[in-house]
Nanobody
Framework: QVQLVESGGGLVQAGGSLRLSCAASGRTFSYFMAWFRQAPGKEREFVAVINWTGTIIRYADSVKGRFTIARDNAKNTVYLQMNSLNPEDTAVYSC?????????????????WGQGTHVTVSA
């Protein structure tokens, strides 16, 4: 059974940085790994995605230039480096994987999800 476990969330001041990790177990290959987030009272939204080889990387416009997604396939782990954080980035961040080879940033196209990690950015 595939499990995704996120870590690295916490409380940070505006302008600060955090690095989230998502460790996968039970499966050694997935075409795409993505990060989504859900802010209080809002719907879950796409943040970033990366394919197995790292040759396809996409970001939501709201995080472009501030966040960086990366993966270490040897460790079955995907990372999200978040810089220049602002209070609008406050959310529960979840990772998800996709075993089909076609690119997607739609949460409905991802079948396995982690439990999420909380990120709170204070003003």
């Amino acid at each position: 059974q595939v499990q995704l476990v996120e870590s690295g969330g916490g409380l940070v001041q505006a302008g600060g940085s955090l690095r989230l990790s998502c460790a996968a177990s039970g499966r050694t290959f997935s075409y795409f790994m993505a990060w989504f987030r859900q802010a209080p009272g809002k719907e879950r939204e796409f943040v970033a995605v990366i394919n197995w080889t790292g040759t396809i990387i996409r970001y939501a416009d709201s995080v472009k230039g501030r966040f960086t997604i990366a993966r270490d396939n040897a460790k079955n782990t995907v990372y999200l480096q978040m810089n220049s954080l602002n209070p609008e980035d406050t959310a529960v961040y979840s990772c998800a994987d996709r075993t089909l080879p076609k690119y997607s940033d739609s949460l409905n196209e991802y079948t396995c999800w982690g439990q999420g990690t909380h990120v709170t950015v204070s003003a």
